[in-house]
């Protein structure tokens, strides 16, 4: 297993929008998917959206319509993206990926170091 390396946060106003990226390894098995956490200050982590192999994407009921999961493969490597539209201060948090049992939040590999996003209001 490789560790994820997440990329694309930063400080942005209400409003805005922002993608990122994660880099992780491409599997075959079609159990294992990948999925974006966030930390929010004080609170515990949380799932907002995974993307099994074929492409098919689940979301936590809080971002869904705001939040949109994608990726794309090359060799041994794929990169997935979290679009997040019309942020809000509430987002601000510290993004993760890693990968989970399809269908679920639970973590089946190494964190990355995650990407801090922060909103303005």
């Given at each position: 297993?490789?560790?994820?390396?997440?990329?694309?946060?930063?400080?942005?106003q209400a409003g805005e929008s922002l993608r990122l990226s994660c880099v992780?390894?491409?599997?075959?098995?079609n159990k294992i998917c990948v999925a974006w956490f966030r930390q929010r200050p004080?609170?515990?982590?949380?799932?907002?959206?995974g993307i099994y192999p074929?492409?098919?994407?689940?979301?936590?009921?809080?971002?869904?319509g705001r939040f949109t999961i994608s990726q794309e493969?090359?060799?041994?490597?794929k990169t997935v993206y979290l679009q997040i539209f019309s942020l809000n201060p509430e987002d601000t948090a510290k993004y993760y990926?890693?990968?989970?049992t399809c269908g679920s939040w639970d973590p089946?590999?190494?964190?990355?170091?995650?990407?801090?996003?922060t909103v303005a209001s």
């Open positions: 297993q490789v560790q994820p390396v997440e990329s694309g946060g930063g400080s942005v992780a390894s491409a599997y075959t098995d004080g609170k515990p982590r949380e799932g907002v959206a074929h492409d098919g994407t689940y979301y936590a009921a809080s971002v869904k493969q090359a060799n041994t490597k990926c890693v990968e989970v089946t590999g190494y964190w990355g170091q995650g990407t801090q996003v």
